[in-house]
């Protein structure tokens, strides 16, 4: 609703010298303020990235030296592999499996690693219990978790995602810490770590986002957390040869049910008037089976991923459960 008067207010480049560029530096300062104070980090830390992928790219490969190690888990982010891949053989970078509840054993992380931690996974909701790595880098992966889980002390780059708060797309935060040994990885001529401009719009649109999202939570968590039971217990029970990834977030369930294809579960469901995604595979292009379900030993056929928002209702979630169990039973004759 605030975004027709944030465009008409925040249009100026905040780096010229006119009036109008000067409020928008202004709505600039702010929204970086409000930033700082949600994701406990100083203000002169954060960097707005257009592409939030980037922000796995900036804040890995900028930590990376010539002595130091990539450690990184096997439940990881697709994008997080492909900067492995891309190292080289002589580089060993290092992959880490996890349990069947989706832990990380980081014990024997040497003092030069440069390790990865996922705070939380956007396919199963999995937390990391061990936040505390002793390494003299870690890149924190906290595209899922948002504001909900806080960084660990000794973080030196992190990266956020505007819509886990449910902020606008396409806007991605990277914050880069003070104490970090970090080095732009990309061709650059002046001190910026974003190589282009990023929409001012969406930053305040993504600041007011934060602020609203920060306030329901403290008042509708507890529903998520009933909503989530629910949902458990219902498939559990009146599903059969149905799998669940163990729980982690509230806010995120992953489900897979035997005999089912997930994108025509996906599409059924959404003729039905529910919207949910598919984990079933890593990405539409190669249509392999998700690479984090396989890790944890969860039946990846027909998974489907769920994410209860602030809005959502048990009402709505009983429909749903209902529609779903019907729907599995039609797909499976």
């Not at 949600?38 to 804040?59: C, W």
């Not at 880098?137 to 030196?156: E, H, K, M």
């Not at 990266?159 to 970090?180: C, D, M, N």
């Not at 027909?302 to 928002?309: A, D, F, K, V, Y």
Request: aromatic share 6%.
């Amino acid at each position: 609703m605030a975004l027709p008067h944030i465009f008409e207010a925040s249009w100026p480049d905040p780096t010229k010298l006119g009036v109008d560029s000067k409020s928008a530096a202004v709505l600039l300062n702010e929204s970086k303020e409000t930033f700082a104070g949600h994701l406990k980090v100083r203000s002169d830390e954060i960097n707005f990235l257009g592409e939030p992928n980037l922000g796995f790219y900036l804040g890995i490969a900028g930590l990376l030296s010539t002595d130091s190690r990539l450690v990184y888990s096997n439940i990881d982010r697709m994008e997080i592999f492909a900067i492995a891949d891309s190292l080289g053989p002589n580089s060993s970078p290092l992959q880490l499996k996890a349990s069947k509840t989706g832990q990380i054993d980081f014990a024997g992380l040497a003092p030069k690693n440069l390790a990865t931690l996922q705070l939380c996974n956007r396919e199963t909701g999995t937390i990391q219990s061990q936040r505390e790595l002793n390494c003299e880098s870690v890149f924190v992966d906290a595209t899922a978790s948002g504001i909900r889980i806080p960084l660990p002390q000794n973080w030196s780059t992190a990266l956020w995602e505007s819509t886990s708060w449910a902020g606008p797309s396409g806007l991605g935060i990277l914050a880069v810490s003070k104490k970090a040994n970090w080095k732009n990885p990309l061709p650059h001529l002046d001190s910026r770590i974003n190589p282009g401009p990023t929409s001012l719009p969406l930053i305040v649109a993504s600041a007011l986002a934060i602020d609203s999202w920060a306030a329901d939570e403290k008042n509708l968590s507890a529903k998520i957390a009933a909503i989530n039971l629910d949902i458990r217990n219902y498939i559990t029970n009146n599903i059969p040869d149905s799998d669940l990834a163990p729980h982690g977030a509230d806010h995120l369930i992953s489900a897979s049910f035997l005999y089912v294809n997930a994108e025509q579960l996906v599409t059924t469901l959404a003729d039905k008037g529910f919207a949910v995604d598919s984990g079933s595979a890593c990405s539409a292009t190669n249509m392999q089976p998700s690479h984090v379900l396989a890790a944890l030993g969860v039946l990846t056929q027909g998974n489907i991923r769920l994410t209860i928002h602030h809005a959502t209702t048990f009402d709505e979630v009983k429909t749903f459960l209902e529609v779903l169990k019907a729907t599995v039973e039609e797909l499976r004759k």
